[in-house]
């Protein structure tokens, strides 16, 4: 007499307990469904197998008892075999193993009786689809589809994993955890194949972007500065790093950092996504489009109003005429080119916000990259006027610093690059001062001042130094401290330059 054993794989180092499954009828066979580790209160492990059987229709029954002792539990065997007086069944399955070996022990029941073991893997008969969908207990059946069908129909016994706080505990192929579905199982069979594909994607995208045309000065230095291109280039090196090959993988911390990068992108591609339907949801981009010219009109407007009010006398102040004319005009003229420049593409605004807002399916941050660069190149013109208002300013600071180094008997050492002490006479003082303010217009300072004698004041950059409060290398270069400094001293500010590149 043959008895036959379907025994899952996953339940080979299971703790000791009881073995739950079901009879085939028509066989003599067995299929294993599960393990419930010890201790247990046999009413419950009744209860709960009649729960399970009511929702899934299968005989479900205890079918005998499973051992793996460890330390402390030498009397476990007898212990599980005196179960079969609570559990009544016709054969009492007892099966047995020990750590550092790889067979099973069967204690016989019957004289001459032989046992095959048939491991199977739960998960695989699962997703194997081999199984009907509603499968009938009938003799004619063959062993195997009984054996399939019922695994298949025995998914409420699944749904009980080690993170549950009820009184039992069991092993079977969802004991770590239940798995989503069978989609993500699905995927994870067809991350492989995904992951060579991008791979290639990636290998054909870098082989297109070192291309001897792109780099070109003019388009090597856009892409350098343009938003677009830089979240791009981040998001080419975030997808290489999803894609890299499973060696790479052992280490946790590369496991954490790949698993941030999936999280970060999918949520920015699910926020592109959210962005990306309500721009085209209700007609969203052509009002966008409309109000965009207006809106451009009335900057314009205003600049025009503030420009008229400082060539006059604003709040009293009685300016220089010609200059405040010569650089009135000059800003209006930027104006009105400015204008008209969006006046001409004011019939393919529309078009570009309604292809540009598919960028977004790439990801929110590639829109907002988008966004800003379109922002940057529309108000160009503010960024001129802010160079070159600069300059003049510079040119200004420069020339009174040079004329408050002259009464102070200073003067700038090039060679040393640092202020150094000299005297001068009246005679050298006079054309220099005379100089400074034909070039100024507005300086209200006496030709025939009395330079003062020469001293040694206490430099205000020793005071700063000393009494200044301690400052760590974690802060950012571009402070706004920094900031405000080159503002006042007249010092261009380049919104494309990084912390790390060298000033001019």
């Known amino acids: 007499m043959v008895l036959k054993i379907f025994f899952p794989q996953c339940c080979n180092r299971a703790d000791s307990g009881l073995l739950v499954g079901r009879w085939v009828s028509g066989h003599d066979s067995a299929v294993v469904l599960a393990v419930i580790h010890y201790p247990f209160i046999p009413g419950q492990v009744k209860q709960y197998i009649q729960q399970v059987q009511a929702q899934s229709g299968v005989e479900l029954s205890v079918l005998g008892s499973w051992s793996l002792p460890k330390d402390g539990q030498e009397g476990m065997e007898s212990f599980l075999k005196d179960l079969s007086t609570i559990f009544p069944q016709e054969r009492w399955l007892q099966i047995s193993r020990e750590f550092g070996k790889t067979g099973f022990t069967y204690e016989e029941q019957e004289d001459e009786e032989k046992v095959i073991f048939v491991h199977y893997e739960q998960r695989k008969v699962m997703l194997s689809q081999l199984h009907p969908i509603q499968v009938q207990d009938s003799e004619s059946h063959s062993e195997l589809r009984q054996m399939f069908g019922t695994v298949a129909r025995s998914q409420p016994l699944f749904f009980m994993d080690k993170y549950d706080d009820g009184p039992l505990k069991s092993t079977h192929w969802q004991s770590e955890g239940r798995e989503a579905s069978i989609i993500v199982e699905l995927l994870k069979q067809a991350s492989a194949p995904l992951c060579v594909l991008l791979s290639w994607l990636l290998a054909v995208w870098t082989w297109i972007c070192n291309v001897r045309i792109f780099t070109v000065f003019p388009l090597r230095f856009l892409a350098s500065k343009l938003s677009t291109c830089i979240q791009l280039s981040y998001r080419t090196e975030h997808l290489r790093t999803l894609s890299s090959p499973k060696a790479d993988s052992r280490l946790s911390s590369s496991v954490c950092r790949k698993a941030n990068i999936l999280v970060s992108v999918l949520v920015d591609v699910a926020l592109g996504v959210a962005l990306m339907w309500w721009l085209y949801r209700d007609d969203h981009i052509p009002m966008l489009a409309d109000a965009l010219v207006p809106a451009a009109d009335r900057v314009a407007q205003q600049l025009e109003e503030l420009l008229q009010w400082l060539m006059g006398a604003p709040a009293g102040l009685k300016m220089n005429r010609a200059l405040d004319q010569v650089l009135g005009r000059f800003f209006l003229y930027h104006i009105h080119l400015w204008i008209s420049y969006i006046h001409l593409m004011s019939p393919f605004i529309q078009g570009i916000l309604w292809y540009g807002g598919l960028s977004a399916c790439l990801g929110l941050t590639f829109a907002l990259s988008l966004l800003s660069d379109m922002v940057a190149l529309l108000t160009f013109h503010i960024y001129c006027f802010y160079v070159y208002g600069a300059r003049l300013y510079c040119l200004k600071i420069y020339g009174l610093s040079s004329l408050w180094r002259l009464f102070r008997g200073k003067k700038w050492n090039v060679l ?42 206490l430099k205000c950059g020793a005071v700063v130094q000393t009494y200044r409060t301690p400052t760590y290398s974690c802060y950012p270069r571009d402070s706004w401290a920094a900031l405000v400094k080159k503002l006042f001293v007249g010092e261009l500010i380049y919104p494309w330059r990084h912390k790390t590149t060298k000033s001019d």
Not at 430 to 445: D, E, F, G, Q, R
């Open 416 to 457: 040393r690059q640092r202020v150094d002490s000299c005297s001068y006479d009246l005679d050298q003082v006079t054309p220099y001062i005379k100089n400074i303010m034909v070039k100024k217009h507005n300086s209200c300072l006496s030709p025939h001042a009395a330079v003062p004698p020469q001293i040694n004041p």
